[in-house]
Every structure is written in C-alpha cells, then in structure tokens.
C-alpha cells in the first residue's frame, strides 16, 4: 500500500468514526435512583431512556439483569409484555378514524354494535336483588376509550375463558351479559372491556382485522418490527423476565404472565387483546414516543392530526375530572401510559422530553420506581 493510499484509508476511517453516533451516557442519578429497589430485590432489570423529540438519547440506563438465574444482562435486544401500553394504540386507532370523517367521538357505540343496545344499568343492589334500568344516555366511544363507560374491567367471557381467548367480536357482543354498574359518564373505573369494544369498531369501520390495521397504521410506517400479540419463538427467547423478592426478601423470585393464553406465540387459539395483550422492545416503544413527542408526526409520515393529538393530550373523563384521556394517562405535564409490569412511556409536550421505562416487576413496587424515575429523567433533561 502506497503512502497516499494509507494517508487516505487514515483519514475515511477517521471521518467515519467520527460520524458515527457515540453511545449515549449513563445518567448516574437515574442509577442512583433504581439501586435501591434493585438492591431489595424488587426489580431484577431495568432500561431507562431520556432523550428529546429529534432523537438524540442523552442517557441510557441498562441496569441489572434480563434473566437472573443465568445471569444475562438486561439489554435493548430483551422483549417486554408491555400490558395496558396496548390501550395508547386503540385510542390512535380511533383517532385515526376519526380523521378520516369515519367515527366521531361521541357517536354511540350501537351506532356500530347495534346488539349493545340491550345495555341495561344498575340501579340497586345487595345481597338479595339487583335493580335493573335503561342508560340515560348512550355509551358512546369516548366513554369506552376513557373507562367511563360503566363497563366492568373484563367481560363475563372473558372472566370464564380468558382474556384472549375468544375473537374480539365475541368479546364485544358479550359485554352485554354484565350490566353497566353506573351511568355512562358518571363515573370512572379502569379496565379493558372498553378498549377491546373500540378496537372492535376499528375493526368494523376499517374493514380488517385489528392486529392488521395497527400493522398497516402504525407498526410498519414507524419501524415497530418487534410489536405483536403474537411473540415468536425467537422473541419469546429474548423475553425479560418478570421478577420480584422472594419470600424471605433475600433474593429473586420469578414469575410470568398470567394474563394471557400460552402458548403466547399461537395465533390459531389467541386473540388480540386490545387492553393489554401487546409485547415490544425498547426501540419501537421510544419511535411510538417519538411519534407523539412530534405531534402525531415522524420522518415526514403523518400519523395523527394537530386535532387528533391535541384530544390525547387532553382531560377526557367528564365530571369525574380524572388524569386520562383516550388510552393514554396524563401525569405531571407527561401523556402515555404504563403496563402491569412497569413498563411505561411518557412525552412531555412542552419540554420535548420522551421517558421510555422497561421492566418486568411482580412486586408492585413497579409503580414507585417507575414515578422515580420520572421525576429523575425531569430533573436530569437538559434545559
């Protein structure tokens, strides 16, 4: 080799190295601040994600372990049961639709499932009786999308076979075996009976399965390549496990996910579970953040309306004047929402800030940590 050739090798191989993005810093005060809960065996692994709406990551936690027993760091290539974060994309999804001049917010659910019109209301009960009357007013989309329906947390299906074992036309037909425990709109009451209701009407105005208009809406466009109901083989593999203490307090214990239908990956006998049936990665749950932190757009591609995005941003729980909007929980100047496990991801509008949280934690101690870090990654996100 010449010594011009190699002086030029030098200078592209430098010029490259230099291109290339270096790996973001550990924030020592979000290490500080997990510690103690990992210390007590309350969570085994955690990832933590500060970065802003243009995609610069300015830090990176990597903490403790994916699996315990074989001693395998947590890291951004585990997969995670991202539960009740599946509600952020049946919000989208309606809101997408409603975009499209197809659905209206407060259009009655039996504008699209006509059988729901069988609902009845409690208006008495105890131990002896239980008195039945006629809502006062529909149940409309907003109402089941803002768990202010009067829907209880599951159907009567799914209480007996499962959560996601029967298609989500069953699950929404069935929903008329429960009553309704209160007015729609008088009151708030978390659960998934709701969202599997809207993404049912998803299904019936878009004409496709649900599973497929969030492949075709949101997974594909934005590079969510690891997003499903379905996790294969290879991902299960992958899988962070959910741990808390044991019972002497002195080390691990691991559990599962009890929630769902195994196997997990057999889509002949499983049914996607709109409320909470979602697996993802680290990566596709920070471009979903990405997505909001950009006002419903990225990389060029529109997802959402200025209209649509100003809607999950805002209060949707009428006089009951709770922090929830259409699938996403509003905190602290933050949207988003959080799974059964911890997971959670947070986009600050005002600063541009987006919190991508990834654990898998059986103790309850998940929701503690999770609002920790929060507050930690506000406080470290540059100014």
């Given at each position: 080799m010449t010594s011009i050739t190699l002086c030029l090798t030098l200078i592209a191989l430098t010029a490259t190295a230099f291109a290339a993005d270096p790996e973001p810093p550990v924030s020592p005060e979000v290490t500080a601040a997990m510690q103690p809960y990992m210390d007590q065996y309350k969570l085994a692994g955690v990832i933590g994600i500060v970065a802003d709406k243009t995609g610069k990551v300015h830090y990176k936690n990597l903490l403790g372990y994916a699996d315990v027993e074989a001693k395998t760091p947590i890291s951004e290539d585990n997969v995670f049961w991202i539960a009740s974060m599946s509600k952020m994309f049946a919000g989208a999804s309606i809101m997408t639709l409603v975009d499209e001049g197809?659905?209206?917010?407060?259009?009655?659910?039996?504008?699209?499932?006509?059988?729901?019109?069988?609902?009845?209301v409690v208006q008495e009960k105890d131990e002896s009786h239980v008195l039945l009357t006629r809502p006062t007013q529909p149940v409309t989309i907003r109402h089941v999308l803002s768990h202010t329906s009067g829907l209880t947390g599951?159907?009567?299906?799914?209480?007996?076979?499962?959560?996601?074992?029967?298609p989500l036309k069953a699950r929404a037909l069935s929903s008329v075996t429960g009553p309704l425990q209160w007015q729609p709109g008088d009151k708030y009451a978390y659960g998934n009976q709701g969202m599997n209701i809207a993404a049912r009407i998803v299904e019936i105005v878009s004409d496709m399965p649900y599973e497929e208009f969030l492949q075709k809406r949101f997974f594909d466009p934005l590079g969510m390549t690891e997003t499903t109901f379905w996790p294969s083989e290879s991902q299960l593999a992958r899988l962070a496990?959910?741990?808390?203490?044991?019972?002497?307090?002195?080390?691990?214990?691991?559990?599962?996910?009890?929630?769902?239908?195994?196997?997990?990956?057999?889509?002949?006998?499983?049914?996607?579970?709109?409320?909470?049936?979602?697996?993802?990665?680290?990566?596709?749950i920070f471009r979903y953040g990405l997505m909001l932190a950009n006002d419903g757009e990225l990389d060029g591609h529109r997802y959402l309306s200025h209209a649509a995005m100003d809607e999950l941003r805002t209060e949707q729980t009428g006089k009951t004047k709770v922090n929830y909007s259409l699938g996403y929980h509003l905190r602290h100047g933050m949207f988003g929402h959080d799974g059964a496990y911890g997971t959670d991801l947070s986009v600050n509008p005002q600063t541009g800030m987006v919190a991508v949280f990834m654990v898998q934690c059986t103790s309850g101690d998940q929701w503690s940590a999770r609002d920790l870090f929060l507050k930690t990654a506000t406080q470290i996100f540059p100014k």
């Open positions: 197809k659905v209206s917010l407060d259009d009655p659910v039996t504008k699209f499932i006509p059988q729901l019109n069988k609902w009845m599951s159907s009567e299906l799914q209480q007996a076979a499962g959560a996601d074992s029967a496990g959910a741990y808390g203490p044991n019972k002497e307090k002195n080390g691990f214990a691991k559990g599962g996910i009890g929630f769902l239908t195994k196997p997990l990956s057999d889509r002949t006998h499983r049914y996607p579970e709109a409320g909470g049936g979602l697996f993802s990665t680290t990566h596709d």
